[in-house]
């Protein structure tokens, strides 16, 4: 079976990962890399790419041959010019959903569009260099209340086109099955190199 390094401590990221890849997902734990990787990139693609290549380096300085898999996610909120995006983990403060989530709910007081989409860039870095790279995404609307499992960044202020319910409120499988993060995968198994 062949096994995949996700760059990623996010136990949500990694749980969704592996319900939906069939094959064994390591994350960064599981392989001992501890040093913090700088997202600077401007893009969901660029930050993608920085932990994938740091992960990369650290893997081949141990000598393992691996492929490494490096989502970067995040919401975008049409009325606020696509904000927070790249920044979504770090929007109020850094990794406190729950912050996070109160400052969108500020910035929205005043707007009537509340329209909004998750993106997930994943680049698949293959241990000769070479890479691939899937966007998804899903789309709805940003709730006036917190609705459902709140343990997730935006989960429970996204309601969903698709499933009609807040993602907070969704099972897994449910979630899974619409996600940007789903999506995205999807495009990257259906790819003929992947
Ligand atoms: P990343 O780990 O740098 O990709 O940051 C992604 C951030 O975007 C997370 O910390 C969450 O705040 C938000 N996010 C991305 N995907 C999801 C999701 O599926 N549900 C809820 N929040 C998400």
Same mark, same amino acid.
């Given at each position: 079976m062949e096994k995949i390094i996700l760059a990623s401590n996010n136990k949500h990221k990694i749980s969704e990962f592996r319900q939906m890849l069939n094959c064994e997902v390591l994350s960064l734990e599981d392989i001992g890399f501890n040093q913090e990787i700088i997202?600077? #990139?401007? $893009?969901f693609f660029e930050n993608s790419l920085i932990k994938a290549k740091a992960v990369s380096n650290f893997l081949k300085k141990q000598g393992i041959v691996a492929n490494v898999i490096a989502d970067d996610s995040g919401l975008c909120v049409n009325s606020l010019g696509g904000q927070p995006g790249v920044y979504s983990a770090r929007y109020a403060a850094e990794h406190d959903d729950k912050a996070n989530r109160q400052k969108l709910l500020q910035q929205l007081e005043d707007k009537s569009d509340r329209s909004a989409y998750f993106v997930c860039m994943i680049v698949k870095l293959f241990s000769d260099g070479h890479y691939v790279s899937v966007e998804g995404r899903t789309y709805g609307n940003i709730l006036t209340e917190e609705t459902g499992? $709140?343990?997730? #960044?935006?989960d429970c202020l996204f309601f969903s086109d698709d499933l009609k319910k807040s993602f907070g409120q969704a099972t897994k499988e449910e979630k899974n099955a619409v996600s940007h993060r789903g999506r995205a995968l999807k495009k990257l198994l259906e790819l003929k190199e992947n």
């Open positions: 997202e600077d #990139g401007k $893009t499992d $709140t343990s997730f #960044g935006y």
